[in-house]
């Protein structure tokens, strides 16, 4: 019964042995694969500042953006990581947006295309924006009944 016991013993060692040789190569196997360009899909907030005066933006404002980066692996690494939300910002007052044709409301829309190398400088991250998603921001305007 003791010899079993050690033979039980012997094989548990030499299977966490195996084990951990090849989750060491996977680990140095994916740390390699991040210094390699890769491409990736991130999720980010939306802030809209330099509202015009007497105006506020509606609820109904794009919350998020999809943006399509390409990169180093670890620089993507970073900004996938969960603590970093930082919000990309929409300068209103430096960006072109167009009224809803045909709308009686105070609507507009803002195409994301134009704004891809402002969030590349915004996530200071040595990724490229490449796209974003949606292609188009549609946003209201509402009188800002404060003033």
């Known amino acids: 019964m003791e010899k079993n016991a050690k033979k039980i013993k012997g094989a548990i060692n030499r299977d966490v042995v195996v084990f951990a040789f090849f989750l060491l190569l996977s680990f140095l196997w994916y740390l390699n694969s991040l210094g390699k360009e890769s491409e990736a899909d991130i999720r980010r907030p939306v802030k809209f500042i330099n509202v015009p005066r007497g105006r506020v933006i509606s609820n109904e404002a794009p919350a998020r953006v999809n943006l399509s980066l390409k990169g180093p692996g670890y620089s993507i690494l970073k900004l996938k990581y969960p603590g970093k939300r930082t919000p990309v910002t929409i300068d209103l007052a430096k960006t072109t947006y167009k009224r809803v044709p045909e709308s009686k409301a105070l609507d507009y829309y803002v195409l994301t295309a134009g704004l891809t190398k402002t969030f590349t400088v915004q996530l200071r991250s040595g990724c490229d924006v490449t ?7 549609f946003i209201s305007f509402v009188k800002d009944n404060a003033k």
């Open 131 to 137: 796209s974003v998603k949606p292609d188009t921001l």
